[in-house]
């Protein structure tokens, strides 16, 4: 009973569950995340809901963006939304100061601000009416599209440098 105890501990620490890290507030540049974090408790239940919930949502919107493919404007918007809904869905698992803290780790970090970017990019070109243009609309859509996958390969380790060679590979030819 004891190592199952310890080990649902691990789990937790790993997932960010009720897990308590001492932190001066005067020192933390997310000083605003602490009193958020400390004012919205859940339960390891509530979290897990929560997160199921936020990602059939965003993988619901993304995949029913399929549906308006060829009206880039309506793609771009419930493409980008169901994006937005999936990455809020890991606030709920691992917690909304260490999402932040994970996004701006320095290994991610730029691949963090082109995926805010890019998504920024999308609802700008879809949304304003003085740059509502279908081909700029797709343009930013495969920009974010590639910009979430490279994002999403920050986590895994070593991944973003293998598909950089594997690129290099395919693509370095002599003219």
Known sequence: MEKMSQAMEKVRMLVGIEVEEPVDEEDSPFAFMD??????TLSTKQRLYGFA??????????????????????????????NLLSLGSTGF???PKRQVNMMVDPVRIYATALYLASI??????????QVHNKLLTLVAIILEFGALIWY?????PFARAMVSKVMVA???TEF
């Not at 009193?35 to 919205?40: A, E, G, M």
Request: hydrophobic content about 55%.
């Open 35 to 40: 009193d958020f974090s400390r004012n919205c």
């Open 53 to 82: 919930i936020c990602l059939v949502a965003g993988l619901t919107c993304t995949l029913m963006s399929m549906l308006v493919f060829f009206n880039p404007i309506k793609f771009g918007i419930a493409f980008t939304f169901g």
């Open 93 to 95: 698992l691992i917690g």
């Open 120 to 129: 920024l990019l999308a609802l700008l070109c879809a949304l304003y009416k």
């Open 152 to 156: 999403s390969m920050s986590y895994i």
């Open 170 to 172: 395919c693509f370095d």
